[in-house]
């Protein structure tokens, strides 16, 4: 059984950092693009970063460019978000997926998702 496990998220100040992970299971993902999303009440899911199945040809939103980082572990089968200058408007659950397709900034490619871990940025 597949399964998508975040950790990581947490309360914060504005300004500070926080590191997510996404721990993968019951599979290996090391050829699939790995990618992180969020939600915030009373909104879509949106995208905010994505790495290619190599690790090449990191991927964000506009507005978390210069302050989140995407990486990946193939071996510990784990993906982080590094993300820094945190502001209010970052607070959301926060969901990793996995996907085959190259359009991965579209939520409807992704193939399975974790759980979330709700990030809350305090101003």
């Known amino acids: 059984q597949v399964q998508l496990v975040e950790s990581g998220g947490g309360l914060v100040q504005a300004g500070g950092s926080l590191r997510l992970s996404c721990a993968a299971s019951?599979?290996?993902?090391?050829?699939?693009?790995r990618g992180w999303f969020r939600q915030a009440p009373g909104k879509e899911r949106e995208f905010v970063a994505a790495?290619?199945?190599?690790?090449?040809?990191?991927y964000y939103a506009d507005f978390v460019k210069g302050r989140f980082t995407i990486s990946r572990d193939n071996a510990k089968n784990t993906v982080y978000l590094q993300m820094n200058s945190l502001k209010a408007e970052d607070t959301a659950i926060y969901y990793c997926?996995?996907?085959?397709?190259?359009?991965?900034?579209?939520?409807?490619?992704?193939?399975?998702w974790g759980q979330g871990t709700q990030v809350t940025v305090s101003s």
């Open positions: 997926g996995v996907t085959y397709s190259g359009t991965y900034y579209r939520h409807k490619e992704y193939d399975y």
């Open positions: 019951g599979r290996t993902f090391s050829t699939h693009h």
């Open positions: 790495i290619r199945w190599d690790g090449g040809h990191p």
